[in-house]
């Protein structure tokens, strides 16, 4: 079994990111040109908004998911992690984008909406806590922060549940899905913790 992670662990290290940047860049336009094209239903706004979100999300999960992956697995897609954290703030910017530009168009209505939808304000919460993320995954600023960086990062936590509290709120009533999908947040919130041998109080390892 060690022999075979450590051969999955020695491919991922020949595979190159900026492959992962392309293909993840691609997406948004594609679903605007089901869009345009009837491809996307008949509400082709609404449909290109929650697939670009529900993308943002799933990219915020599946950053979360490399810890736990790597503790429990020992295979390791830590060279993956700043990639996968900016396109997942990539869909969620391109879905708040939609949203402003093509759904509710009059900037008269924003603070409206923001004030009369919860799930609106929740949602613009999440995407300002990822906002320094984003600028700050670069090497110079891991540099210059130092041990900050991490404790900021830490903010990837509240901006997962914002985001999947968001879709829940958004979606009305209780459906799977989104019920689905604030599960996977929390269970990989929770694998996240910790018993240390001596102390038993519980903490969060990054």
């Known amino acids: 079994m060690v022999a075979l992670v450590d051969l999955i662990?020695?491919?991922?290290?020949?595979?190159?990111?900026w492959p992962l940047y392309v293909a993840g860049l691609l997406p948004p336009f594609w679903y605007l040109y089901l869009g345009v094209t009837g491809g996307l239903g008949a509400e082709p706004i609404s449909a290109l908004e929650h697939r670009l979100g529900l993308l943002g999300l799933q990219f915020l999960l599946l950053g979360l998911a490399i810890t736990p992956l790597r503790r429990f697995t020992?295979?390791?897609?830590?060279?993956?992690r700043r990639?996968?954290?900016?396109?997942?703030?990539?869909?969620?910017?391109?879905?708040?984008?939609?949203w402003l530009a093509l759904d509710i168009r009059d900037p008269s209505r924003i603070w409206a909406d923001l004030l009369k939808r919860p799930y609106i304000t929740i949602g613009m919460v999440g995407f300002a806590i990822l906002v320094p993320l984003a600028v700050t995954s670069n090497n110079a600023s891991v540099r210059k922060l130092g041990p900050r960086w991490r404790r900021l990062h830490w903010l990837v936590y509240p901006a997962v549940m914002l985001g999947a509290a968001h879709f829940v709120m958004l979606r009305k009533g209780w459906q799977i899905e989104p019920l689905i999908y604030l599960a996977l947040a929390l269970g990989l919130l929770l694998l996240r913790l910790k018993l240390p041998r001596r102390s038993g109080?519980?903490?969060v390892r990054i």
């Open 9 to 17: 662990n020695a491919r991922l290290r020949r595979v190159p990111i």
């Open 201 to 203: 109080q519980r903490t």
């Open 83 to 98: 990639a996968i954290g900016l396109l997942a703030f990539y869909y969620v910017g391109m879905h708040l984008l939609v």
């Open 74 to 80: 020992g295979i390791s897609l830590i060279r993956f």
